[in-house]
């Protein structure tokens, strides 16, 4: 499998109302709540010890004619570092119940700094799913970067930074998806003037058929 590309474009900045459909086939089954992490042994408890699991973003992709619920979040249960993002999967289908098809998948290995991860959001193409997200990994601040995963949350385009100032801290991230591969993507920069900036995001070379 060829990995995508996500590349940085100039474009205005709009505003869009999307409505977020799941089809009406997936629906066909009462709805459910499913526990996708606990707090157990999620960190220390102490200053720095981590969130446990919080700061989640969802959506969602299709693939075969299932319907795939991707949520992808902070996680402080891990080995490594104060926390770092995961994903998990959820499968629905109009005659079977939920169920987790991947399961807590580790998205970062960040443990230079005390921001390994921070305020992942999560936008869809339909079939993959584009994430942005805050690091001060090797760095004395904040940056943004974005990655991509596919509906198992196997990654399908590696992270790359899309802020610009390394002199500001520069995070708390959003995306939303604008059609054709499209995405625009903001991020704050904190520095003698805060100050938001948008970037326009394309993927190539797509990893879906």
């Not at 940085?8 to 066909?28: D, E, H, K, Y």
């Not at 009462?30 to 969130?51: F, I, L």
């Not at 385009?157 to 054709?180: D, V």
Request: charged residues 15%; glycine residues 10%; contains cysteine.
């Amino acid at each position: 499998m060829n990995q995508a590309r996500l590349r940085r474009s100039i474009g205005a900045l709009v505003s869009v109302s999307l409505a977020t459909l799941i089809p009406s086939t997936a629906l066909a089954i009462p709805s459910v709540v499913m526990q996708q992490a606990t707090g157990t042994n999620a960190g220390p408890q102490k200053q720095n010890g981590g969130p446990g699991h919080e700061q989640a973003t969802v959506t969602y992709v299709e693939r075969d004619g299932k319907v795939y619920v991707v949520n992808i979040y902070m996680s402080s249960k891990v080995s490594e570092g104060y926390w770092q993002c995961k994903c998990s999967s959820v499968e629905l289908s109009s005659d079977a119940s939920p169920k987790l098809v991947a399961d807590q998948v580790q998205l970062t290995n960040n443990t230079n700094g005390d921001r390994p991860c921070n305020h992942p959001m999560a936008a869809s193409d339909g079939k993959n799913v584009v994430w942005v997200y805050g690091t001060d990994q090797n760095s004395a601040n904040t940056r943004t970067y974005v990655a991509a995963v596919d509906h198992m949350c196997n990654q399908v385009a590696s992270p790359r930074r899309i802020s610009e100032n390394g002199n500001n801290n520069e995070g708390a991230p959003h995306i939303t998806y604008n059609g054709n591969g499209r995405f625009t993507a903001g991020y704050l920069s904190t520095g003698n003037n805060d100050t938001s900036f948008a970037v326009g995001l394309e993927e190539i070379g797509r990893a879906h058929v």
